[in-house]
């Protein structure tokens, strides 16, 4: 009961579609080009995400783990940085029609330290409710759409991983979540890793970030049901 009369007293506000997003802390937002800083690139990022192009200082989203260091330089070295979270890339095509309100997805942990699991947690919170848009999680490869891999895949865990994917059904897509599955972040050198997850399975979709904030998640997961970009740029939050 104390559960409900809170629920009912201070109820939480669900993402839109609708209203224009004013992200309120819901994406960390992420570094975005800029021009040639004045410090080597090596120098600034950790993880070698930053790249010189032209006259342009670009980013390697699958190494960025949003640490805000290139941010936080004196201005003629800081990185500018964008707010948003349309972060997914798409390498095939959105599942057939009849997923469009219904995709099931199944989350194998392949050596996550816990934050982008946490993000996919969140997908389930009043805040979220990623039921409504007809999506579930599921705890068997055998009944999903989707195959979701977090963290950095570890060697103890690829053949985990290659028969969760051998156990769905087609037509089948894989998720990588998080710097870590696409890159290896900053374990990419450990010995203990079989490698980014494109050179384990056929990855179909990407979210990079550290984590991906569930704003992403939802972004990703709504392009493989179909969703058109114009869709997409009109999610927000009611206020």
């Known amino acids: 009961m104390l559960w ?3 629920g009912l007293t ?56 949003h640490c805000r260091l290139c941010h936080q330089q004196p201005d003629q070295n800081r990185m500018s940085w964008e707010e948003g979270y349309q972060w997914a890339q798409m390498t095939s095509p959105r599942l057939p029609h009849s997923f469009r309100h219904s995709l099931h997805i199944r989350v194998v942990d392949a050596g996550d330290c816990g934050a982008c699991l946490n993000e996919l947690h969140q997908l389930a919170s009043p805040v979220y409710s990623l039921h409504r ?35 769905m059904p087609s037509p089948k897509r894989v998720v990588a979540v998080g710097t870590c599955a696409l890159s290896g972040g900053l374990f990419a050198s450990s010995f203990a890793l079989a490698g980014p997850l494109e050179k384990i399975l056929p990855v179909d979709l990407s979210v990079p970030g550290c984590p991906p904030p569930p704003l992403a998640l939802l972004h990703a997961f709504q392009l493989l049901m179909g969703a058109k970009s114009e869709e997409m740029r009109t999610q927000g939050v009611r206020t």
């Open 10 to 65: 201070h109820p939480k506000k669900t993402v839109s579609s609708k209203a224009p997003s004013p992200l309120n802390g819901l994406s960390p937002g992420r570094p975005a080009p800029t021009p040639l800083l004045d410090a080597p690139p090596e120098t600034i990022c950790p993880t070698q995400a930053l790249k010189e192009h032209g006259n342009v200082m670009t980013v390697d989203y699958t190494r960025c783990i």
């Open 133 to 167: 848009l007809g999506i579930a999680f599921t705890p068997t490869p055998r009944d999903a759409d989707v195959l979701v891999i977090t963290g950095p895949i570890t060697v103890s865990m690829k053949e985990a991983v290659q028969e969760a994917y051998q156990a």
């Open 4 to 6: 409900l009369r809170m």
